[in-house]
């Protein structure tokens, strides 16, 4: 093919991203945007695109692919320290004190039916308190649910709930539905659960549960049975349907280890699911009313080097981890919206339509990699394993490595200027690891804290508490920082965004 050509296709295609992606309503990553740069009326200051020479309209599509084909560059000249801040200063900002500790726990243990059977676990070692880990949280009215990893051997339990308002701040976990459902990795039943990482709570009262189906996660990874996805009546408990992830979707070494659940306007049977792959850099994409799935791949799932280093008290490692965090902006009047991600190990937001996700036919190709496009940065120790958006346009995402919660409104630019932070707490949030919003009236964010770094790589102290499940109203929690959205936004880019636009 000739290069001319070759060069118009290419033009072809970052047009048909521009119109396909658009905006997506008033809490649009797009408002005054383009690919994550905050822009300024610039048709005005301009005169318009239209007045723009070719040669001109050709430089900036050439900056514009420098900058896409160059990702990994950017993190260092934004850690050089340089860079001075305009506004808010992110990295110092406390936020407040608006977190509540609603459960905590020293160690992990379980309500069995009997004394007895919970000692002849201890005694055959089918259940080890402290190898147990709460990871995952939800909520549906008068029940908090918790997922228990097997990172270890002795997880007797992978699902269990509790009791809201709580009575007992250090109840034991009961298993959910009951212990039926749970299966053990001595003796398989992989129609049972095995190891479930992370659930949600969509708006038609099902419980979505994810079980990665993999054991001994530390140790000797065992994929003892094949990712599946189960969902679960809220009313009665009972399992509407289980769905294993085909053999082809799954990689060797792949984890799977979060789902969101997209419904649209109480079109409860016409869910999607997105499954986030950590380790194989993934989304598979389930459709419920056809019953399939089909694996997405792109390069913006992949981790970036720079954010792969982490600190945790006396604590240095490394995590390769891809795409994890992930969470979908209100609906488009056209119908669509915008799947909002980022790796674990990056310190940048993304994004991508719903609806090129959604279409089968383009993942039997090479996808459509121009609709991924990013967001933002958070800077510097920006790194974040979970997210969510609130009812009123604002997310949430946890900060690992600052043992704190942050905020955006969606309506804003996504810079450090309009990142708030809600709280930050070094004995609370110490290590933020899962975060929802519930769907009550009065919408609640919620957090679980674990010290998972010293849970893999060190000892924990069991004299002291370790896991804490902690609850903000999203209105306190929002009030007065830079992501209520009464507050307007910050035109301003800092000296380190400027810098780097695309801090992967």
Known sequence: ??????????????????????????????????????????????????????????????REQERLAAPYVAPLIALEGGAKRTANDFLEDVGKNVFDTVYHWKVIDFQYPSQQLRNNAIRTREFIPENNLPLGVDRFRDRLFVTTPRWNPGVPATLSYLPLPAQDRSLPLTPYPDWSYH????????????????IQVDECDRLWVLDAGVTDTLTNLQQVCPPKIMAFDLHNDELLFTYVLPAEQVKEDSLHTNIVVDVREGQCEDAFAYVADVWRYGVTVFDMRKFKSWRTTNYLYN???????????????????????????PLHRSGDRMLLFHPMSSFMEFQVPTSVLQNETIWEGFGFAKAFQPVGTRGRLGQSSTSGVAKNGVQFFTLVQQAGVGCWDLGKPYNRNNLGVVEKNAQKLTFPNDLKLDREPQQALWVMSNKLPVFLYDKLDYTQTNFRVLMAEVRKATEGTLCDPRVPPSLALDAGQLECELEV
């Open 1 to 62: 093919m000739a290069y001319g050509s070759l060069r118009l296709l290419t033009v072809v295609a970052l047009l048909l991203a521009v119109t396909v992606i658009g905006p997506v309503g008033s809490y649009s990553p797009f408002k005054n945007r383009q690919h994550g740069t905050f822009t300024r009326n610039s048709g005005a200051q301009n005169g318009g695109a239209g007045s723009q020479t070719p040669a001109q309209r050709e430089r900036e599509r050439e």
């Open 183 to 198: 299966t053990s990795p001595r003796n398989p039943d992989c129609s049972k659960m095995m190891s479930v990482y992370r």
């Open 303 to 329: 981790p970036n080097p720079v954010a792969s280093d982490y600190n945790y008290q006396d604590l240095n490692f490394q995590w390769s981890d891809g795409v994890f965090g992930m969470s979908l902006a």
